[in-house]
């Protein structure tokens, strides 16, 4: 990881003592949970009792909730009795800093779940590696979003996704810029939008007297979950908003730059 790389870590109680283990493991440096994933700590549940996780809720703008895939999970033995529709033994994780939350625990049973509302999903991108952990296994989760979540990670990292067979991806249901992130942002954020089809799209920049101060997007582009990084390091701190135009659609944010 030193030597740059980037990893993606999947499944339930993956960084676990054993399979039986139940309660909250710390960790310090140098451990690998510590060092490259960048937790300070996971939290597990008796798999008899932890029955109640039906999906996750997505913190990041740029990522869909998702369900479990019943006809999957009804296949599961174990354990007895277990609802259908849910999966067993899915721990919580608490990040140490920098790092970004993707996706939150669903619990069917909010009001009296222990996990409801924490992490299963982090992301932490430095300058040498990258690293994502979900505390889910993505078999479980229906189809396409799994797969998107997979194509988004990877976005995320700088990579080119291979071997994902694209009619298998859910296009977006209609055209929509999102919110930047971060915002407020220090010198450069990235824009993610959406298009429902293919055709030209520009993205243009302005600062509060309406003038324009960049275009970090414009030209034809296909159909898709898309994003660019725009780079302010030549603008003073200030309120600045970026106005999406395609032929069926045009929408703006407000963009917060501080310096």
Known sequence: MDAGGNIIIAGAKQMAPNPNYSGVVEYYNPDFQYRYLNLASTEYAPIIDNIEFSGGSAV???YSDFTLDSARTDRIPYPIGM???RYAGISV????DSSEVIYNYVSADPDTSNFHGRPI??????D???TAILEFPLYYVEEPISYQILHQILNDFGEVPTGVDDDRMLLPRSTQLLQNYPNPFNNA?????????????SITIYNILGQKVAEPVSGYLQAGVQSVTWNAN???????????????YSG????????
């Open 60 to 62: 990041s703008p740029f």
């Open 83 to 85: 609802p259908y529709g």
């Open 93 to 96: 994780m608490t990040p140490r």
């Open 121 to 126: 999903g982090i992301v932490h991108q430095t």
């Open 128 to 130: 040498t590696y990258n």
């Open 189 to 201: 954020t990235t824009l993610k939008y959406n298009l429902s089809q293919a055709g030209n799209v």
């Open 234 to 248: 030549d603008l003073p701190s200030g309120i600045y908003f970026a106005r999406m135009k395609t032929e069926d």
């Open 252 to 259: 703006s944010i407000k963009l917060l730059l501080l310096k």
